[in-house]
């Protein structure tokens, strides 16, 4: 107990909150890791790359995006900027893995990737191809005819690729999964050298790919989430990680929350439960030690009240003072940070 109330009082004090007594013994036995995209390795904050439609198109379609709280909604709601007025959509119907449908000042509107306009019947322009630079294409369809195309991109977290790093040195499997289509997420996954992706995955599908993860590693298996549709995902996982700028709901979900938007404290959040694990290990050791020698000398008739009484207060400090010791434990992040700061110090 000692070990563990140190454990995850000096994990808080670093911005790791780990909730219960279970996750922290087991963290450091993870053996795979899955990564949501957006908001996880990435900033969360996409902005518009280009737009191949009119002015007038892109305000129908930021429009309707003002029903969706989605990243890539925000960044077209953005890109015409806040001095523009926006009508209000009306009969709104968010399709869950597809885009977003509506009425907009008299016109249908429909936002989204090919599989909605595939269910609406609507042709895709055959000479339009997927952006090769990473950013995901949302197409917008106005009154059942595609309008234009909008490249959204959204950048990775500098932090991101010393946390795969870190993880590979670490013998730890990092895969990445999202709704989003194959060239953006095999862009990003090439981009951090991750062990695999998966793409177009729907909410629901994310607990399907930690299942089989977990059967192809048979280990531990982590998901790493800020958004609502993580949850699942969170909560079917070994250990769920949220993200602290996420949303409430995968914050309550998991069973650990990152309180910086730092992908790295992910390693660090193992590095603690490994730390933990051996200080208890090493508390055991010394219980088991004070007792097989003191219990053979009481039964023996050479060991005195006060003598046993004495080995007993000792055992107790010695673990006591063991479990102290991790106070000393320094996130790998923060040492970083520290590190560049003294860096540019000097220089």
């Known amino acids: 107990p000692a070990a563990i109330v140190t454990g995850t009082g000096v994990a808080a004090r670093h911005g ?7 996750t922290l013994q087991k963290a450091h036995a993870i053996k795979a890791l899955i990564f949501d995209k957006t908001g996880t390795l990435t900033q969360g904050r996409p902005v518009l790359a280009s737009w191949s439609g009119t002015a007038e198109q892109l305000r129908l379609a930021a429009a309707l995006q003002q029903a969706s709280e989605h990243p890539l ?6 890109a015409v900027g806040k001095e523009v007025t926006l009508p209000q959509p009306e009969a709104v119907e968010v399709r869950v893995g597809a885009g977003i449908v509506g009425q907009v000042a008299g016109h249908t509107v429909a936002i989204g990737n090919g599989s909605l306009l595939a269910q609406l019947g609507i042709e895709v322009p055959a000479q339009d191809k997927q952006p090769a630079d990473g950013a ?85 298996v982590a998901m790493v989430g800020d958004g609502v549709n993580d949850a699942p995902a969170l909560a079917a996982a070994d250990v769920g990680i949220a993200m602290g700028s996420g949303s409430d709901v995968a914050m309550e979900t998991a069973s650990i929350t990152l309180m910086r938007s730092d992908p790295r404290l992910v390693a660090d959040a193992i590095d603690i439960s490994a730390a ?45 003072s063991n479990s102290l010791l991790l106070k000393r434990w320094q996130p790998r992040a923060l040492a970083q940070v520290s590190h560049n700061v003294s860096t540019e110090s000097n220089r």
């Open 73 to 78: 909604a925000l960044a077209m709601r953005e």
């Open 136 to 220: 995901t294409r949302v197409w917008v369809a106005i009154d059942g005819v595609v309008a234009g195309i909008a490249a959204l991109a959204d950048t990775l977290r500098p932090e991101s690729p010393e946390a795969i790093a870190t993880l590979r040195q670490r013998g730890i499997a990092s895969w990445l999964v999202s709704g989003d289509a194959p060239a953006p997420v095999a862009h990003i996954a090439a981009k951090l050298g991750l062990d695999g992706a998966f793409d177009s995955v729907l909410p629901a599908g994310k607990v399907e790919k930690v299942a089989a993860l977990r059967a192809q590693t048979r280990g531990l």
């Open 276 to 320: 933990t694990w051996r200080t208890i290990q090493q508390n055991l050791f010394w219980a088991f030690v004070f007792n097989i020698i003191g219990i053979p000398l009481a039964a023996l008739g050479y060991l005195s009240p006060e003598l046993a009484g004495a080995a007993m207060a000792l055992s107790s400090i010695t673990v006591l």
């Open 16 to 22: 790791i909150l780990i909730k219960d007594v279970d």
